[in-house]
């Protein structure tokens, strides 16, 4: 990377839980300063505004969430095994996503929710992805003969998706991670009593 490249992922790196904790009305310049050491003109020389920053802060943490996952994904080889594992990712997870202001998917979209425009993009794309790769697994599943056939994966995929931030907000909220593996219970339960063949 470039001195200038280097420069714009420290700014992200070291503003990510910030952004992630506080939200983007919550995060002041001052707050990235503060985080990042360095000054306002070193900040705005790197990216054009606050709202340049806040999306790609919003693309390297929900695309760090989603690398971490996927290792543990990849580490099984049925389709099966790969989704339990999806779920069993945010079990052992969720104390250190609770600790860095939650889930950053679920942060943002609520945010940007009627409010900040400017971010409704890049959310709608990082949840299309995440849906895609649930969907991956199903339809791995359905091809290796491990799922039924007559299943709709997006519908599945879709489905797991609003119980995990589901049930990571609820959890958050109450301070009951509880709530959370309910929901990843749920899917397994699911999962056991609907796809597999």
């Given amino acids: 990377m470039s001195k200038a490249e280097q420069t714009r992922q420290f700014i992200i790196e070291k503003t990510a839980v910030l952004f992630n904790k506080n939200g983007f009305a919550g995060t002041s310049l001052s707050d990235m300063t503060t985080a990042t050491g360095l000054t306002k003109g070193s900040i705005y020389g790197n990216f054009e505004n606050k709202e340049e920053v806040m999306i790609a802060v919003f693309k390297h943490s929900s695309a760090e969430l989603a690398k971490n996952a996927d290792r543990a994904v990849s580490l099984e080889t049925s389709a099966y095994d790969k989704l339990i594992a999806y779920t069993q990712f945010y079990r052992n997870n969720w104390f250190a996503i609770s ?13 940007t929710d009627d409010a900040l425009p400017f971010m409704t993009s890049a959310v709608q794309d ?10 991956h697994m199903i339809e791995l599943g359905i091809k290796q003969h491990e799922f039924r056939p007559d299943i709709n994966s997006k519908e599945y995929a879709t489905t797991f998706l609003m119980l995990i931030e589901g049930g990571i907000l609820l959890s958050k909220v109450t301070n009951a991670p509880q709530n959370l593996y309910w929901a990843l219970d749920r899917i397994v339960k699911i999962i056991n009593d609907e796809i597999v063949i």
Wanted: include cysteine; hydrophobic fraction near 45%.
């Fill in 99 to 111: 600790e860095t202001g939650g889930c950053p998917m679920l942060n943002a979209a609520i945010e």
């Fill in 126 to 135: 990082a949840f299309a992805s995440w849906t895609k790769r649930l969907e």
